[in-house]
T-cell receptor, first 114, second 115 residues
Framework: GEDVEQSLFLSVREGDSSVINCTYT??????LYWYKQEPGAGLQLLTY?????DMKQDQRLTVLLNKKDKHLSLRIADTQTGDSAIYFC??????????????FGRGTSLIVHP | ETGVTQSPTHLIKTRGQQVTLRCSSQ?????VSWYQQALGQGPQFIFQ???????GRGNFPPRFSGLQFPNYSSELNVNALELDDSALYLC??????????????FGPGTRLTVT
């Protein structure tokens, strides 16, 4: 199976909260990331969390990590149409070849409708 | 501070040809990584360069090769192009010190189409 798994689509109404979920298999994962990719663009690092943390909040973004279940989530509060994009979950560890090379999921396409 | 830039933006090549893609790292970064992103997939790691030497490689054949220059810019070369090489090629730069460098910043990518 995939090392990092995400659901492929999420549709929300503008103003609601969005929650994007991710599971990973590598118990030695040290850093877990969320990236955003808009159409025709590269990846933008949104936030990351170190594996000894349970939660990280950054403005409208909240990351929750359940290390026991190897489950990561990204909550976007007050979702706006500009948040429509593909969101990638990724994990890395010191032994992933090179320097903390992230392994990416397939991405969750977030669609925000009025 | 200048972000990561890549050239060209788009490229069309014929099967069997060779291609060179270019990347300029973000100012102050000493490490560059290259990724291949097929349609509908997440990026797949090709290789990483640190101080002009290959510092890790993903599951890609030797016809994928690279260079990093003293100014930390980089090239990705692909020989004997195959149809499956059609993808978005992403470059990411980071600052690595003491073997640690966990924040990567991506360029906009080069869209390669092989016909």
């Amino acid at each position: 199976g995939e090392d990092v798994e995400q659901s492929l689509f999420l549709s929300v109404r503008e103003g609601d909260s969005s929650v994007i979920n991710c599971t990973y298999t590598d118990s030695s994962s040290t850093y877990l990331y969320w990236y955003k990719q808009e159409p025709g663009a590269g990846l933008q690092l949104l936030t990351y969390i170190f594996s000894n943390m349970d939660m990280k909040q950054d403005q409208r973004l909240t990351v929750l990590l359940n290390k026991k279940d190897k489950h990561l989530s990204l909550r976007i509060a007050d979702t706006q149409t500009g948040d429509s994009a593909i969101y990638f979950c990724a994990e890395s560890n010191p032994s992933s070849g090179g320097s903390y090379i992230p392994t990416f999921g397939r991405g969750t396409s977030l669609i925000v409708h009025p | 501070e200048t972000g990561v830039t890549q050239s060209p933006t788009h490229l069309i090549k014929t099967r069997g040809q060779q291609v060179t893609l270019r990347c300029s790292s973000q100012s102050g970064h000493n490490t560059v990584s290259w990724y291949q992103q097929a349609l509908g997939q997440g990026p797949q790691f090709i290789f990483q360069y640190y101080r002009e030497e290959e510092n890790g490689r993903g599951n890609f054949p030797p016809r994928f090769s690279g260079l990093q220059f003293p100014n930390y810019s980089s090239e990705l070369n692909v020989n004997a192009l195959e149809l499956d090489d059609s993808a978005l090629y992403l470059c990411a730069s980071s600052w690595v010190t003491g073997g640690v460098g966990y924040e990567q910043y991506f360029g906009p990518g080069t869209r390669l189409t092989v016909t």
